[in-house]
């Protein structure tokens, strides 16, 4: 300790003095980050708890209402995350190296691919409801057997992906954030974190569109 | 910072990994398999899964704390899953009267 002077003079931009040094504020960081994801892995898994109960439950009417997702779409959408989690992934190693425009234009590309990903699924809905198929008093099915059934699983699958998309709409807000601190210079070699953590935030909501597309397109057409 | 920056290499095999897993779920969803369809996807969406949770959100490098948290989150996942489906899925196996 008898260099104390010389640690107050290095004292590394963003590091709060409730911390000993950068490394147990990053630590902590992510600890506090994955906390809020196991909560969120609690959230979105008793919607897919639900979607199986009731996948076993009708057979008959989920194989009937999967051959109305559009798997090319789902396809397209997935290919879409995964890219924008590469982007995410560089992005936040441009902020390891302190790059800054490097950060401002992968994260630019993440929000793009994010937003392509929300078009797709703005013409997803707009065929359901051109077809009728969202549940409530206009629904309409073309077999009559399923009515009350496809009713039940098309609220799923609106509930399932209405969530992962508002997932999305908030992850394009918090990047428009990091790109507005990026633009003002607030991150370097040093500090990054906010980058970093909004990036295991969207790995995670990549990851639960991974379930979501094989259970949701892929599952049930088949038979 | 406290970590060695990853390749831009080892970031890029694991974005093909994962296209190339994806390709193969949906060839392997055109297939008549009966229940495997099932299997084949949730295996694959596992690795897929793996793969994001190792290399994209670096648990391969966090501290064990951070991967015990990781690791509750699964595990608790687990609990909800199994004890609410087997009640669920062995309803009926006494041959009582329909519940619903």
């Keep these: ?223 | 910072m406290t970590h060695q920056v990853v390749s831009v290499k080892t970031y890029v095999a694991v974005f093909l990994a994962l296209i190339a897993l994806t390709i193969t779920t949906v060839a392997v969803s055109k297939l008549e398999l009966g229940e495997y369809n099932f299997v084949c996807a949730m295996t694959i969406a596992v690795i897929k899964a793996s793969l994001v949770f190792w290399f994209f959100m670096d648990l391969r490098r966090s501290s064990s704390m951070t991967r015990l948290f990781a690791g509750a989150g699964i595990f608790w996942l687990a609990i909800m899953l199994f004890f609410t489906l087997s009640d669920y899925f062995s309803r009926g196996w006494l041959g009582l009267s329909k519940w619903w």
Aim: hydrophobic residues 50%; charged residues 10%.
């Design chain 1, 1 to 223: 300790m008898a260099d104390s002077e010389t640690a107050v003079a290095v004292h590394p931009p963003g590091l709060q003095h409730h911390f000993d040094d950068s490394a147990q504020q990053l630590e902590s960081s992510t600890l506090g980050m994955w906390v809020f994801l196991v909560t969120e892995i609690m959230f979105f898994g008793g919607m897919f708890a639900s979607y199986t109960i009731y996948r076993n439950l009708f057979p008959e009417a989920f194989a009937s209402t999967s051959h109305y997702m559009n798997v090319t779409i789902g396809a397209i959408n997935t290919g879409v995350l995964i890219c924008s989690s590469l982007t995410m992934v560089l992005a936040v190693r441009a902020a390891q190296l302190g790059r800054k425009n490097a950060i401002i234009l992968f994260l630019v590309l993440t929000l793009i691919l994010g937003l392509v990903f929300l078009s797709l699924k703005y013409v997803e809905y707009h065929e359901k409801w051109e077809d009728h198929h969202i549940p409530g008093p206009g629904f309409q099915y073309a077999d009559p057997r399923y009515f009350h059934q496809a009713q039940i699983l098309f609220y799923l699958y609106f509930a399932m992906t209405g969530m992962h998309a508002i997932h999305m709409i908030v992850g394009a807000g918090l990047l428009c954030t990091l790109i507005g601190m990026a633009v003002r210079n607030r991150f370097s070699a040093e500090w990054y974190t906010p980058v970093e953590m909004i990036g295991l935030y969207w790995h995670f909501v990549d990851i639960v569109w991974i379930f979501l597309f094989p259970l949701l397109y892929l599952i049930g057409h088949t038979s």
